[in-house]
Each structure stands twice: as structure tokens, then as C-alpha cells.
DNA sequence: ACAAAAGTGTTGCACTTACACCCATGC
DNA sequence: GCATGGGTGTAAGTGCAACACTTTTGT
């Protein structure tokens, strides 16, 4: 078999931000390890890449280990390079966010890693780089959910638009005027009302809307402006 | 030295997509390799990171090695993992994108390969993936440039609105109306206006306008909305 | 004087914002 | 009957798109 010569040939691991929702805070899914390095820390879920898998393959595996979940919303967004980011031996890595319904996740899939949602703005301090990574994927799923529809997937099938705009206000720390919010959300045409209503948070009931599935594919890389004054909320 | 065990080790490499714009189109600086693998044939400029560089750091070295440009604006975009991407060995790719003032750039700078620039639309056949992470970058171009104002980075330091507006057309292979652009340009607080004029393009000469840096800093990651219906224009 | 490109203003429309009241229900 | 959250409409302002004529100057 012919090689490169003369090259250093270097680790390539995947890390997943795993973040969700919880009804009025954006979360995140941290593990526990188990094993060394930095064993008893905190740190995000990641792994080696394998020998006959690409990094999403890698990412979805990976992902798949900690939560039990398979078709989640994944996202590559960067590669961090440091020489020095792990310090037991040169680690590159790629990073990926996933969006879950928190609800889906049960707990305790994996016995290797003891898993748990921590609040965005009360989290551990997390082993290597890990920290700055997150700040990345918080930056960039705030762009990106400007300007197009990815935080459904943080929501069950069913969901309410009080639900949903408590999500928006959670992600950009900020309140919406919930008639303009309505307007702006069913003017997509990507929500469909469903007859049933959810009871469990007022009196009236709020009904249930889901997701037009051919307009949600059709639509989910055009440019809607989901916020106002995006100026102003975004980085 | 602790190493990671039982984990294989990669080639991690950087490849460069670099974008060039001569006043009437868009091109990209091709490599034509005078090594093996694939000895003649049209590749990205890339290479290996080195033992004690990071992502960005081997970018700005590959990039200085083919082109002698430090201080590039220089970008990642995406990395490429299939194991089966380079036929020599596996190896993860993170790729760049460079926009350069063409001009700047000088002939024959390196030796071990002859660079060339290709029209966008006229380029020859790539090695390995390369075509495709061409058209990654491509459609990153012309999202980022929608909302924030890298196409500078493709002009001299003076240039004059009608070149601007030509540029802006060829990215996104259309045409807008010289009213609107113009307006919409200078209502930014971008542009400083220059005494002179580029007399090249017609009689009447085009006044030249230079970047105002300090606004350029403030308002580089500020979402400002370049092209009218976005909507229509990116994927 | 004519050709060729630069520069500039206005109007209508669509979208966005700001804002306040009624509705349905469980207790 | 009242408290709680859900749902809706309107008016003013802003930003965007469409559109045509004048200016300059080299030949």
C-alpha cells in the first residue's frame, strides 16, 4: 500500500454540543466520564472517527451511543486544530451540533458515560477546549435559527406557539411581542393547526400546530427571518 | 509519552479555495502538481498540518507558500471526511476560503507548482473531491456575502462602485439595479469617498471610494443585507 | 454633436412594529 | 366571578423595489 511519506499522521475525533429544550431553557447534554483522560470531568459527548466512517457517519454513531437516538438534526460547523488542545496526544477535531427533543432522550443508554442536562448558563467547567466549543455552537445555531427553521427540531411533532416562542426567547435571551411572533411564524405556512389543544399550561388550552412537512423541506434553506431587528441579536 | 490506544491515526490536510476577481468575473487559483498522486492534474491548493501548527496557521502557510500573501482574509468552511476521499491514504480535509485582491497576486511565486486562474464557470477537472468542495464554497461565498461585507477583500484598496456592483453581480450571476445598489452600499457607512476618479471605464470616470476601517471592523459580523430578495438569490 | 457610462430622486408597496382588548376555561 | 394564559386586528412608519432622466467628457 502506498502512503504519504514523511507526515505526521494525527487523531480525528468528532464532539457533539447536544443541546435541548426543556419548556423555558435551552440545554445541554454533558457526560460524566468514566475513564481517563480527565476522568470525573465533565465534557462534551465525542470519539474517534473509525476507520470506515465519515465524520457525519462518525457524528451520528456517536451521538447514537450517548442518547439511544438515530435521524437527530446534526450540524457540522468547525474544526478546532490546536497542537496543544488535548494534552495527552495531538487531537483534531470537528465539532457538531444536534438538536433533540428532550424528551426523547432517555436516560441511562450507555453505562460507559453518566449523562446529564445542565442549563446553558449553569454549566461545569468542561475538559480541554470544550468550553470555547460551546460558545461556537451557541453562536452559530443563533445565526443560523435567524434565518431558518431549525428549532422545531427541538420541540416534540406537537407543539404549541406559545411553546415555540418561549423557545425563540430562550435561544436569543429576549422577548418577543407574541401577535407579531404569530404572524411572522404561520405566514411561513410551515405549521399546520391541529384540531386537539395542550391543556397542561392554562386554562383556555393553546392549540397544537406541527410541522408541513413538504413546505418544511422545501423552505428550510430559504432565508426567512424568524427574529426582528436580527442587527441587533446577532453577533 | 501517554498516547491515546487502539485509535488509528490520520492524515489531516488543508486545502484553500481561493477566489480571485478580475473586474469582470469570478476565478479561483488552480494548482496544476507536478508531484504524485495525480502528477498533472488540476488540484486546491493544500498540504498537511504541520506537528506544531493549528488549522489556521497551516491555511495561512499554504496560502503564503502558492500565492506570497500574508494577512489574507482566510475563512473555514468545512471538513471532509470520507475514507475514501484520497485513493492514496485516508485523509480528513478542512477546507478554506481565500479572498485575495487578484491583482496582489504575483506569478510564479513557488516553483513546485504553476498556478492558474480559471473562470468559475470554465475550470478543468480536480483531483479527488475537490469539485465538490468547490461548490461548498461557493455557496458559503454567497451566503456569507448576503449579510456581511467580505467582497472588499476581492478589490484594491480604492475601487468604485460600478466595479463593486459588477462584482457583486458575478457572485450572484445576476444583475441589480445601479439606484438601489448604490444606495444601499453607501447607507452602510462603509465607504469613504476619494477625490479621484478611475478614468479607465468610461469618459465621465468613476469616483473611487476606500474602505472606512473602523466602520469595517464594527460592522463586519453585523447582519446587513446586501442583495435585494435574498430569498430568491440563496440556496 | 454624439456616444457611453456615471450619477441621482421619487413613488408605491410590503413588511414590520407597536400597541390593547376579548376569549375560554378551571377553580 | 375571577384569574390566567391564549388569541386576534389596526394603524403608523420604515425599508425596499421599480422606474428615467441628467451629467460629464472623449472622440
Redesign the interface.
Known amino acids: 500500500?502506498?502512503?504519504?511519506s514523511g507526515?505526521?499522521?494525527?487523531?480525528?475525533a468528532v464532539d457533539c454540543i447536544i443541546f435541548g429544550f426543556d419548556g423555558e431553557h435551552l440545554k445541554l447534554l454533558l457526560i460524566h466520564r468514566g475513564f481517563e483522560?480527565e476522568k470525573e470531568q465533565w465534557s462534551l459527548m465525542g470519539g474517534?472517527?473509525?476507520?470506515?466512517?465519515?465524520?457525519?457517519q462518525?457524528a451520528n454513531r456517536i451521538l447514537k451511543e450517548l442518547t439511544g437516538l438515530e435521524g437527530v438534526y446534526l450540524e457540522?460547523f468547525?474544526?478546532?486544530?490546536?497542537?496543544k488542545r488535548d494534552p495527552?496526544?495531538?487531537?483534531?477535531c470537528?465539532a457538531y451540533f444536534a438538536l433533540i427533543d428532550i424528551h426523547k432522550y432517555e436516560k441511562q443508554i450507555s453505562d460507559q458515560y453518566r449523562a446529564e442536562w445542565f442549563l446553558l448558563k449553569d454549566m461545569p467547567s468542561l475538559i480541554f477546549d470544550h468550553q470555547k466549543i460551546v460558545e461556537l455552537a451557541k453562536k452559530k445555531l443563533r445565526y443560523k435559527a435567524?434565518l431558518h427553521p431549525i428549532l422545531f427540531e427541538l420541540l416534540p411533532p406537537k407543539f404549541t406557539l406559545p411553546q415555540l416562542q418561549m423557545l425563540y426567547e430562550a435561544i436569543y435571551e429576549t422577548e418577543f411581542d407574541k401577535r407579531n411572533f404569530s404572524r411572522k411564524i404561520l405566514s411561513t405556512g410551515l405549521l399546520v393547526k391541529q384540531p386537539d389543544k395542550d391543556k397542561r399550561s392554562s386554562k383556555k388550552g393553546a392549540f397544537y400546530y406541527s410541522l408541513h412537512e413538504l413546505e418544511y423541506n422545501d423552505k428550510f434553506?430559504?432565508?426567512?427571518n424568524f427574529i426582528p431587528n436580527?442587527?441587533a441579536l446577532?453577533?
Do not use: N
Not at 500500500?1 to 504519504?4: E, L, N
Not at 474517534?48 to 457525519?56: A, K, P, Q, S
Open positions: 500500500m502506498i502512503r504519504y507526515q505526521t499522521r494525527i487523531l480525528v483522560p474517534f472517527i473509525g476507520t470506515e466512517e465519515d465524520l457525519d462518525a457540522q468547525h474544526a478546532m486544530g490546536d497542537p495527552i496526544e495531538r487531537t483534531v470537528v435567524a434553506d430559504a432565508f426567512l436580527p442587527h446577532i453577533a
